[in-house]
């Protein structure tokens, strides 16, 4: 990381208070100007991109948190990060790549094994959802958020006997047998 002076650390301290307060605009005129001394001062930038984000200003926020990957691209906060924008903005299938990539450097992120599989699910990719939940549901195999969502999928695929149970198990709000079933 990029050293920073004294003068500089506090006014980077000024700027989160600032965001924490919700003055988002102000603290983005601080933290740029200390990008501007230093460019590749990674905790800046990133904060630039959480006040974009507070802002509603999702365009701005993937473009700060680009440039921290292209000065690191294999830390995992700005790929979660950007990942998410995308989540929020409901840009599946440009979060799904990030996703996999933050994965494969840690797959025991609960959070982010929840997004991909929200965004597997909303893009109907059923059989490489199928494949992620082989694997994610042996590391959290508890997980009612993922175990949701594999049951959506089984009655995507037509397994509904499967489908049911494991929502059944997950929501318990539904009753069948074999030959029929309820919401309740």
């Not at 948190?65 to 995308?86: G, Q, T």
């Not at 990539?101 to 909303?122: D, G, H, P, W, Y």
């Not at 059944?168 to 029929?180: C, L, P, Q, R, S």
């Amino acid at each position: 990381m990029q050293k920073i002076n004294v003068e500089t650390e506090k006014k980077f301290l000024e700027a989160e208070k600032l965001r924490n307060s919700g003055k988002h605009r102000e603290a983005i005129e601080i933290l740029e100007k200390i990008i501007q001394q230093y460019p590749n001062f990674l905790p800046a930038i990133n904060n630039i991109a959480l006040n974009y984000i507070n802002l509603k200003k999702f365009d701005e926020a993937e473009k700060y948190y680009k440039i921290c990957l292209s000065i690191k691209p294999d830390e995992l906060i700005f790929i979660n990060n950007l990942a998410k924008v995308f989540h929020d903005i409901n840009a599946y299938k440009k979060a799904i790549p990030l996703l996999q990539k933050s994965l494969n450097i840690n797959s025991n992120q609960i959070e982010i094994m929840r997004i991909t599989a929200k965004c597997l699910f909303e893009i109907d990719f059923r059989k490489e959802l199928d494949v992620f939940f082989s694997k994610a549901l042996k590391v959290f195999p508890n997980d009612k958020t993922l175990s949701y969502y594999y049951g959506r999928n089984l009655l995507r695929m037509n397994k509904h006997i499967s489908g049911l149970s494991i929502l059944k198990e997950t929501i318990g709000v539904i009753e069948f047998d074999e030959k029929k079933f309820k919401v309740l």
